[in-house]
């Protein structure tokens, strides 16, 4: 996911999908504490693409603040 595709969304949207991906990461870090991982780059992924839309909630936070 792209930063310029995160700052299309809605707030509403992006807290949504960072709920999801939270849930996501989660569940990725289960499956590698039992050894079910298949794809171990994806944890790295979906840490990013938190930290994406967290940068972008607070950018919009500052906005509308100032």
């Known amino acids: 996911m792209k930063a310029q595709e995160i700052r299309t969304k809605s ?22 504490a039992i050894n ?9 992924a979906v840490k990013k693409d938190i930290a994406r839309i967290k940068t972008v909630l607070r950018e919009t936070e500052m906005r509308e603040g100032a």
Do not use: G, H, T, W
């Open 11 to 32: 707030v509403e949207d992006l807290n949504s999908q960072l709920k999801d991906l939270k849930a996501e990461l989660f569940n990725l870090r289960f499956q590698l």
């Open 36 to 44: 079910q991982l298949e794809n171990p780059m994806r944890i790295k």
